[in-house]
């Protein structure tokens, strides 16, 4: 299994006509949700509410695959307000004190760490300080272990300003979280976030070390980078008529993962050879092509993108 700790709320998406349509929402929970559609067993540990979205958060979660390994507790659900621009692209405003996902503690998180744990994935809010501590030493944990970490480091600004967290002690605990990873996900603007300037396949090279051997950057419709210590491969994307783009780098890294995983090439380094990362990169396009075409964020099935 999977284990997968992070934000967990619901989106209130703008609709044509003014009003908000409630749709359960969060990166590492959609990517929960997304992982388990493409048929790998995902773990969410996080907490969630017994409010009434936290039961629409639970639902979904089930309804798609994955499993619940946190308890439900009594503080209430975090909300995003999502507003979208002409081309889909979504704008967040989030409301992030008392909830419930952020009630997760270290032990109740690694009490999830098994043999069988195939990886340990975080990301989004769950890097913003203090809450990027518990990420942190669980990756540690993990690691020590044998269990691979990924992260999405998705980095949202506004977020941490809300939460007067500077900017420079927020891109401090991205980095060290991605100095834990063994893969990365970043976008562009991530980069950006995290001081790095130039070309972004080039940028991203400086966050390769020991630990970290794969780093994937995310262009949107510019198509995307993969890159490790002896390969640089690049894959563009389809054109698709875009609903919105809510959930896309979710669905892009958790098809990544399950083309790795499938095609058992995620935890041997050594089978991970450029047409086997290549075929998981084109995968990963699909995966995220296919859920911009709908509203929120609508994970596709590994039969919906699976390509032989």
Same mark, same amino acid.
């Given at each position: 299994?999977?284990?997968?700790?992070?934000?967990?709320?619901?989106?209130?998406?703008?609709?044509?006509?003014?009003?908000?349509?409630?749709?359960?929402?969060?990166?590492?929970?959609?990517?929960? &949700? /997304? *992982?388990? #559609? %493409?048929?790998?067993?995902?773990?969410?540990?996080?907490?969630?509410?017994?409010? !009434?979205? @936290? =039961? +629409?958060?639970?639902?979904?979660?089930?309804?798609?695959?994955?499993?619940?390994?946190?308890?439900?507790?009594?503080?209430?659900?975090?909300?995003?307000?999502?507003?979208?621009?002409?081309?889909?692209?979504?704008?967040?405003?989030?409301?992030?004190?008392?909830?419930?996902? &952020? /009630? *997760?503690? #270290? %032990?109740?998180?690694?009490?999830?760490?098994?043999?069988?744990?195939?990886?340990? !994935?975080? @990301? =989004? +809010?769950?890097?913003?300080?203090?809450?990027?501590?518990?990420?942190?030493?669980?990756?540690?944990?993990?690691?020590?272990?044998?269990?691979?970490?990924?992260?999405?480091?998705?980095?949202?600004?506004?977020?941490?300003?809300?939460?007067?967290?500077?900017?420079?002690?927020? &891109?401090?605990?991205?980095?060290?979280?991605?100095?834990?990873?063994?893969?990365?996900?970043?976008?562009?603007?991530?980069?950006?976030? +995290?001081?790095?300037?130039?070309?972004?396949?080039?940028?991203?090279?400086?966050?390769?070390?020991?630990?970290?051997?794969?780093?994937?950057?995310?262009?949107?419709?510019?198509?995307?980078?993969?890159?490790?210590?002896?390969?640089?491969?690049?894959?563009?994307?389809?054109?698709?008529?875009?609903?919105?783009?809510?959930?896309?780098?979710?669905?892009?890294?958790?098809?990544?993962?399950?083309?790795?995983?499938?095609?058992?090439?995620?935890?041997?380094?050594?089978?991970?050879?450029?047409?086997?990362?290549?075929?998981?990169?084109?995968?990963?396009?699909?995966?995220?092509?296919?859920?911009?075409?709908?509203?929120?964020?609508?994970?596709?099935?590994?039969?919906?993108?699976?390509?032989?």
């Amino acid at each position: 299994m999977f284990i997968i700790a992070g934000e967990a709320l619901v989106d209130f998406i703008a609709a044509e006509d003014g009003r908000y349509r409630p749709i359960a929402g969060g990166a590492p929970y959609n990517f929960a &949700r /997304a *992982l388990a #559609l %493409q048929g790998v067993a995902a773990g969410y540990a996080n907490p969630l509410s017994t409010d !009434h979205f @936290g =039961g +629409l958060l639970n639902a979904s979660l089930l309804s798609s695959g994955a499993a619940h390994l946190g308890p439900m507790i009594g503080k209430p659900t975090s909300l995003a307000i999502v507003s979208k621009s002409a081309d889909g692209q979504p704008s967040y405003q989030f409301y992030r004190d008392g909830i419930a996902d &952020r /009630a *997760l503690t #270290l %032990q109740q998180l690694t009490g999830h760490f098994e043999a069988a744990t195939r990886g340990f !994935h975080s @990301g =989004g +809010l769950a890097l913003v300080p203090p809450d990027h501590t518990t990420i942190i030493q669980a990756q540690k944990i993990a690691r020590a272990k044998g269990i691979l970490c990924t992260l999405d480091v998705n980095m949202r600004m506004q977020v941490a300003s809300s939460m007067s967290v500077a900017p420079g002690e927020y &891109r401090d605990a991205a980095r060290a979280a991605i100095a834990g990873a063994d893969m990365v996900k970043v976008s562009d603007e991530d980069l950006q976030h +995290l001081g790095f300037t130039g070309a972004p396949n080039e940028a991203a090279r400086a966050l390769l070390n020991e630990t970290c051997q794969l780093v994937i950057v995310t262009l949107g419709v510019n198509g995307a980078w993969l890159l490790s210590e002896t390969d640089d491969i690049f894959c563009a994307v389809d054109t698709v008529t875009v609903v919105d783009t809510v959930g896309a780098g979710d669905c892009f890294f958790a098809g990544f993962i399950a083309s790795l995983i499938r095609g058992d090439a995620f935890q041997t380094s050594h089978a991970r050879t450029p047409p086997v990362l290549a075929r998981a990169l084109r995968h990963a396009t699909r995966c995220a092509a296919i859920n911009i075409t709908r509203e929120g964020c609508q994970p596709p099935t590994w039969t919906e993108t699976f390509v032989k």
